[in-house]
């Protein structure tokens, strides 16, 4: 069973930036995708990013040209740089390991972050 632990998240000002990072246990990192998903509260969660095992990325609309998704697989590791943060991203970011649906995935316990006005 992976293991994911992310880390990074925090308060910040709107406009201001955060990486959140997420380290996953195993052996089978650089074959899997990877994703961070958010949930705010009271909101269905949603798809931040992904990236392919090869390196092929993807975004919400709501983010594209704000936040960048990176692995480095010596590392185990995924990040996700968000810049030009705003009140409306703020929610619980959540790494996933594996493609598909939600269900199919492996889940990190979540890192909170919250952007003031």
């Known amino acids: 069973q992976v293991q994911l632990v992310e880390s990074g998240g925090g308060l910040v000002q709107a406009g201001g930036s955060l990486r959140l990072s997420c380290a996953a246990s195993g052996s089978t990192f650089s074959i899997n995708a990877m994703g961070w998903y958010r949930q705010a509260p009271g909101k269905k969660r949603e798809l931040v990013a992904g990236i392919s095992s090869g390196g092929s990325t993807n975004y919400a609309r709501s983010v594209k040209g704000r936040f960048t998704i990176s692995r480095d697989n010596a590392k185990n590791t995924v990040y996700l740089q968000m810049n030009s943060l705003k009140p409306e991203d703020t929610a619980v970011y959540y790494c996933?390991?594996?493609?598909?649906?939600?269900?199919?995935?492996?889940w990190g316990q979540g890192t909170q972050v919250t952007v003031s006005s």
């Open positions: 996933t390991q594996g493609g598909g649906p939600p269900s199919f995935r492996s």
